[in-house]
């Protein structure tokens, strides 16, 4: 069973699949980058933090430009801690924050500028920022992740759980709509029994009446 994690990032992938072949079909005039809203990580593991992007050009590794920088807040200053080179690729910057725990994973040939961050901490928690600049595209393009650092994930999603419950639920509904119907039922056939018992004193003392009446009759 996958967990929400992968099926996140699984999704990414498909919408930068797919937006990739309709740019071919239709043609572009910019680019994008395409990363989720936000990514949990649980304390002290290492985390993938994606990032792809789409463009009309393909790339040139002499003027291509790309950037990633960390922030805790959107109020507080970007720190860039991994940039591109264009002898040396992506190389990974002095930081006092991240030391050496952070690590390109993706792959240029297919736009992807994935980093993972190992020994993931709590003050790691912000908003991570990837800036990508193609010529002769003209625009820079930009996107931002969220990370979230949690001490324990939540557990995944059940369906035979939830088939369970509504197995349950939907028995004891048939259960108490069939005790409602007997109950009923019964009440009526009660009430019945109770009419006919009347009606049949009701006869009786009429059959008696008219005896006596008989009996006056005579000399």
């Keep these: 069973m996958s967990s929400p ?117 709590i003050e790691d928690e912000g908003i991570y920022n990837c800036y990508v600049r193609n010529p002769p595209d003209r625009v820079q393009g930009n996107n931002s992740i969220h990370l979230k650092v949690v001490t324990e994930l939540p557990p995944p999603r059940d369906s035979t759980i939830a088939v369970a419950i509504g197995a349950s639920v939907g028995g004891a509904l048939a259960l108490l709509i069939l005790s409602m119907v007997v109950v009923k039922c019964l009440r009526r056939h009660q009430k019945q029994e109770l009419i006919s018992e009347e009606k049949m004193e009701e006869e009786g003392k009429l059959d008696a009446e008219g005896v006596a009446e008989e009996g006056t009759k005579q000399p």
């Design 5 to 121: 994690a992968q099926e996140k990032r699984s999704g990414v992938q498909l919408r930068s699949g797919a937006l990739l072949l309709l740019l071919s079909i239709l043609g572009c005039s910019s680019m994008d980058v395409i990363m989720p809203n936000s990514i949990n990580a649980l304390n002290g593991t290492t985390i993938k933090i994606p990032c792809t992007f789409t463009s009309c050009y393909k790339m040139d590794a002499n003027r291509f430009l790309m950037n990633w920088t960390y922030q805790e807040t959107q109020n507080d200053t970007e720190e860039m801690f991994m940039t591109y080179h264009k002898k040396r690729g992506m190389v990974p910057l002095r930081s006092d924050r991240f030391g050496e725990r952070v690590m390109f994973v993706g792959n240029l040939d297919k736009n992807d500028l994935s980093i993972t961050l190992s020994d993931v901490q």
